[in-house]
Every structure is written in structure tokens, then in C-alpha cells.
């Protein structure tokens, strides 16, 4: 990288600005700075530049190679430069290089949505021949849709894209496009969803059943001289045992271990949804077990009920993807 810069303002410098520019500039700190302050080394540069150019007419041939020059400088503080040795044999061969970027991601503090969309800029999209864009997400997520696009310059308007549906099976979605402009920009969307299996499909059937569990059960206070027998034919069965078994196979579920961001964001509504359906047992345990007076037996169905109301409202809400989303951005 240092050798390129050093390339760059001895071979493309107007003569008499090369001892001006070279002097005011740290080359080796700006590769430094790259990785440790980048705005302030951007700065800087630009500083020097215009402070040379005071007082100094430029012609228009001059001025266009003191932008370059500039350009290429300012983009070796927030831009690295990959070297790669590759083997003789390869010699005139098209061959393709990945390299991989891990990233956290960017503030969202929603709660409640399924689905979390990200976008990102990429610096550059038309300098290269083609551009391939392959994004992994954690396990525990899925890939809904990744969309590579080209960007002109009036406007940010589409000029192509290329998309890759993930059918919610895959953590991984790969998109190919060829630039038609060097100067146009490029953009990455990425939608991602809880995957099908494990948590999100263990609510599937965990949320409706102890929910129609515990309302059928409140509806059949009210049909007593319908559907039980003479009390004295009933012989006790520990009742309240069996329940306390639904909360400790929920509670199962709650992840005890470390995990990334995105995952404890996208299966919080999941594992809010499972605590409530645990409390909703418990209450119903307690009920069976312990001899409450009416006021108590009453309120404690009450608030089975909406336990289980709210946790099936709000399944159906996070299922059907019903609350508001929009896309966030890292920042550059």
C-alpha cells in the first residue's frame, strides 16, 4: 500500500507540487491510520491539498491529475489493499477470490418482528469486472432473500439487480452481477427470518396447544353438571404435578448459552411467548393444588385466560409478520 501511494504522487504530481504535497504528508501514518482513525487521516490529507493549491494556478490537466492523486491517497484511509501470491500455473487463467468480512450488526432495538432487513453500500461496485456478494448468517436464522444491485448516479435508481430466494432453508445466499459503468454504486439487501426448525418450530405447536389447553379448560368451569361425575367417584390424581411439567419442558427452550445478537433479537418474541404459556401453567397448577378462596380461584382464571389469549395474539402477529419493519444500514 505504501509503495503504491509513493508511486502514485511521484509518477502523477505536477513537478512543482511533489515537494509541497510529499512533505506535508505522512504516507506510512495514513496506512496506520486506516485502521485506527480513518476520518481524521481523511482530513488531513485534504487539508494538505488545499493548502498546496493556494495561490498556485493549476492548468486543467494538472488539476484533474492533483484529483486522482487526491482520491487514491484519501481512499487508502478507510480502504485496504489485498495481495494475494498465486502459483505460476494460474497464469492466464480466470480465477475468482473470496475473502470473508465478519461484522456486527447494525443498531436495531425493534422487538416483535420476524423478519429483519439489512443493507449495505458497496464502495467501488463499478471498478471490478464482476461483483459476487455471499452473506452467512448465525445458526438459528435463515436467508429469505438476498438482492444485489447496481445503482446509477441520478438518483440512486436501479440499473440492475440480481436476487437469490432462500426458500427459508438456507444460512447462505450467494449473488453474481457484472457492473455496466465504472462509476456506478452497488447495494446489498439482505431479509432475515428465525429458522423453521428448533425454537420457532417448537412454538408452532407448543403456542396453540397449551393456549387452547388452558381456555378449554376455563370454559369447562362453567359446564361442571355436564362433564364431571359424582366428586365422590373421583379418585385424586396429582393434578398439579403433571402441569408443572409443561412449564419445565418450555423453559427447556430458553437458550442458556452464548449466541449472537441477531439470533437473541429475532427469537425474543418466541421465548417471551413460551415464558407466558409457562406462567399460564403454573397458575394453573397453583389453582389445582392449593385451596383458594372464590376471588382468588377467580382472578387466577382470569389471568390464565389472558396469558393464553395474548401469547396466541401475539404468535399470530410475529407468524403472519404483521408489525411494522424497516431496513437498517451499517455505517460506513
Same mark, same amino acid.
Given at each position: 500500500?505504501?509503495?503504491?501511494l509513493?508511486?502514485a ?11 509541497e ?8 501514518a ?5 485502521l485506527e ?26 488539476e ?10 484519501v ?13 505460476k500455473?494460474?497464469?492466464?487463467q ?31 461496485f463499478?471498478f471490478a469486472?464482476?461483483?459476487h ?5 448465525p ?9 444485489l ?7 440512486g435508481?436501479?440499473r ?23 462509476l ?7 431479509t ?9 418450530g417448537? +412454538?408452532? &405447536?407448543a %403456542?396453540?396447544?397449551? !393456549?387452547a389447553? *388452558?381456555?378449554?379448560? =376455563?370454559?369447562?368451569?362453567?359446564? $361442571?353438571?355436564y ?8 379418585f ?17 427452550w ?45 382472578? +387466577?382464571? &382470569?389471568? %390464565?385466560?389472558i396469558? !393464553?389469549?395474548g *401469547?396466541?395474539?401475539? =404468535?399470530?402477529?410475529?407468524?403472519? $409478520?404483521l ?10
Amino acid at each position: 500500500m505504501l509503495a503504491m501511494l509513493s508511486y502514485a504522487v511521484r509518477e502523477f504530481l505536477p513537478s512543482r507540487l511533489i515537494h509541497e504535497i510529499g512533505s506535508g504528508l505522512d504516507l506510512e501514518a495514513i496506512v496506520r491510520s486506516s485502521l485506527e482513525n480513518a476520518g481524521g487521516a481523511k482530513s488531513k490529507i485534504n487539508q494538505v491539498f488545499t493548502e498546496a493549491r493556494k495561490g498556485m494556478p493549476l492548468s486543467r490537466l494538472e488539476e484533474s491529475q492533483v484529483d486522482i492523486v487526491q482520491d487514491v491517497i484519501v481512499q487508502a484511509a478507510d480502504h485496504f489493499l489485498l495481495l494475494i501470491e498465486v502459483d505460476k500455473s494460474t497464469v492466464a487463467q480466470r480465477s475468482m477470490v473470496k475473502y470473508a468480512l465478519d461484522q456486527d450488526t447494525p443498531d436495531d432495538d425493534r422487538r416483535g418482528t420476524k423478519r429483519v432487513t439489512i443493507s449495505q453500500e458497496i464502495p467501488d461496485f463499478g471498478f471490478a469486472a464482476s461483483q459476487h456478494v455471499e452473506i452467512q448468517v448465525p445458526p438459528g436464522l435463515m436467508i429469505e432473500r438476498l438482492d444485489l444491485q447496481e445503482l446509477g448516479d441520478e438518483g440512486g435508481r436501479i440499473r440492475h439487480e440480481s436476487s437469490d430466494w432462500g426458500d427459508g432453508k438456507r444460512s447462505i445466499a450467494h449473488c453474481a452481477l457484472h457492473p455496466t459503468h465504472r462509476l456506478n454504486r452497488g447495494r446489498w439487501i439482505v431479509t432475515v427470518v428465525p429458522a423453521q426448525q428448533g425454537l420457532y418450530g417448537f +412454538a408452532k &405447536v407448543a %403456542v396453540p396447544t397449551v !393456549a387452547a389447553s *388452558s381456555i378449554g379448560a =376455563f370454559i369447562a368451569r362453567f359446564m $361442571d353438571a355436564y362433564l364431571v361425575r359424582d366428586p365422590t367417584d373421583i379418585f385424586a390424581s396429582p393434578s398439579a404435578s403433571i402441569l408443572l411439567v409443561g412449564p419445565a419442558l418450555l423453559l427447556s427452550w430458553m437458550s442458556r448459552k452464548p449466541e449472537h445478537a441477531m439470533v437473541a433479537r429475532l427469537q425474543f418474541p418466541l421465548r417471551l411467548m413460551l415464558l407466558a404459556l409457562a406462567s399460564c401453567l403454573l397458575l394453573l397448577a397453583g389453582v389445582s393444588a392449593i385451596p383458594l378462596t372464590p376471588h382468588a380461584w377467580n382472578a +387466577a382464571w &382470569v389471568l %390464565v385466560v389472558i396469558l !393464553a389469549l395474548g *401469547s396466541s395474539i401475539h =404468535f399470530t402477529c410475529f407468524a403472519a $409478520d404483521l408489525s411494522l419493519r424497516q431496513v437498517v444500514r451499517f455505517k460506513r
